[in-house]
Each structure stands twice: as C-alpha cells, then as structure tokens.
C-alpha cells in the first residue's frame, strides 16, 4: 500500500514562509497526479494546490494563488509546498494526497483537480499554525 509522509509543518509570525515536503514510497510516483489539501479546526477541508505527474501542469485555489508554489522532484520521490506571506488564515492541518495511476501524465490541470474525491491515497497530514 502507498505510503505518503509529510513533513515541514511548524508555527509562523504573518508573513513568514514554510516549505512542505511529502515523501511517497510503495508506487510508481511519476504515474500519481499529486495535491496538497489543508484542514482547519470546525472548517471542511480544502483544496489548496495540485500538479500532475509529469510536473508541467499546476493549479491553486485563489486563497492561495501567488503566495504559495507546488512541485516535485520525480527523482525523489517528493512533493513539495512552497508556502509564502502566510496568513493566519492558512492554520490547518495539511496532507498530500495521490491521484493514479494516470496514463496521462501530462493533462492541464483543473479546478477539479482540487477535488479531495479524486484521491486514493492520503498522508497523516502536518500542523502548520501562523500566529503573532
């Protein structure tokens, strides 16, 4: 079964910066669309940003558009949020999740792909907490 572990997650003033990691194990990671989702207290969980396999194609929710970057390193097994001018708003738990595998490595990704359904595999998640 596929294993996916995220780390990076801490506490940060406003405006500060963190970056994600997720490491995959037990699939062929290059064949999985990837997306990171983010959970807070009382709130459904959201769908924050996402890439597809090949890495050529990513998509953001607008509440992060231009402040927070997704990639990764095929080579490495990892994926990657890169998290800027953070809010407090942005405190939640966040997990990466695995969409696969695809044939299509390659397609434009789309709102959809902020769909938590389309998922299959899922970290245990990390607490990021922004706070002065």
């Known amino acids: 079964r596929a294993q996916l572990m995220e780390s990076g997650g801490g506490s940060v003033q406003p405006g500060g910066s963190l970056t994600l990691s997720c490491l995959v194990s037990d699939l062929t990671y290059s064949e999985y669309h990837m997306g990171w989702f983010r959970q807070a207290p009382g709130k459904e969980r959201e769908g924050v940003a996402a890439i597809n396999g090949g890495g050529t194609s990513t998509y953001y929710a607008d509440s992060v558009k231009g402040r927070f970057t997704v990639s990764r390193d095929n080579a490495r097994n990892t994926l990657y949020l890169q998290m800027n001018d953070l809010k407090p708003e942005d405190t939640a738990v966040y997990s990466c999740?695995?969409?696969?595998?695809?044939?299509?490595?390659?397609?434009?990704?789309?709102?959809?792909?902020?769909?938590?359904?389309?998922?299959?595999?899922w970290g245990q998640g990390t607490q990021v907490t922004v706070s002065s």
């Open positions: 999740a695995a969409n696969g595998p695809k044939w299509d490595t390659t397609p434009t990704m789309t709102f959809t792909s902020l769909s938590a359904a389309k998922y299959d595999y």
